[in-house]
């Protein structure tokens, strides 16, 4: 456990902010998160000010990410502290996208610090387990791991069963694993996931519908209550 800290995490893909903007902002400061795992955030021209902007727009702070880790991006409230950043890439395979991983190792002050990873996996069959077998080495750190990442596969897909080795389903310890995140509005698939090292307590978990939710993105955001 983190010295018994109470700590929000949310894990949202933003659909590359193709949808209602408005919406989307008004799901993330509802949920009011400590830090929330941004996929398909900005990652190209000024990235680095529409990331501030984005995250300025839910009343947070950008702490990792953006282009070096191909538009996975960790934002955080005033409560946390930012120790540390870093960034991952995947190789790329000719025609596909290049992919990676951000890394932010974080502390709410008083309290252990904790590493958040957030990353979205490839949508092609033969290229995601690779970069699953590629993260996983990289999730094994000192301090506890919190990953968020779009992992564009079902749970009985390999590159779940590579991840979950080590580190725990949220939703499963949360007995809510039927809960499906993509796509909205009517989702038929859990594609979305928040891992939990085992070091950490799970006090809640869910997926967060509504009208709004419906606007924002073309996926759910995950939330998770840790003490």
Not at 105 to 126: C, I, M, N, Y
Request: hydrophobic share 45%; net charge negative; aromatic share 6%.
């Amino acid at each position: 456990m983190l010295g018994g800290m109470s700590l929000r995490v949310v894990s949202y893909n933003v659909h590359s902010l193709r949808d209602d903007l408005s919406a989307l902002s008004a799901v993330v400061r509802g949920l009011a998160p400590d830090v929330l795992i941004v996929q398909e955030a900005p990652r190209r021209w000024r990235w680095r000010t529409k990331c501030a902007d984005l995250a300025a727009s839910f009343g947070m702070f950008m702490a990792a990410g953006g282009m070096p880790s191909l538009g996975n991006v960790i934002m955080t409230s005033l409560r946390v502290r930012v120790l540390d950043q870093w960034c991952m890439r995947y190789p790329l395979t000719p025609g596909r996208h290049m992919r990676g991983a951000c890394f932010a190792r974080l502390e709410v002050p008083g309290r252990a610090p904790f590493v958040v990873v957030g990353s979205h996996l490839s949508t092609d069959d033969a290229e995601r387990p690779a970069q699953a077998a590629l993260l996983k080495p990289a999730l094994v750190l000192d301090d506890p791991v919190i990953v968020g990442l779009d992992l564009n596969e079902c749970p009985d897909g390999s590159s779940w069963q590579l991840l979950t080795d080590r580190l725990a389903d949220a939703a499963a310890l949360a007995d809510r694993e039927d809960r499906h995140t993509f796509p909205t509005p009517n989702p038929t698939r859990r594609i979305d996931a928040i891992l939990l090292d085992p070091r950490l307590e799970l006090a809640g978990y869910r997926v967060v519908t509504s009208d709004e939710a419906d606007r924002a993105s073309d996926h759910y955001p995950l939330v998770v209550d840790l003490v």
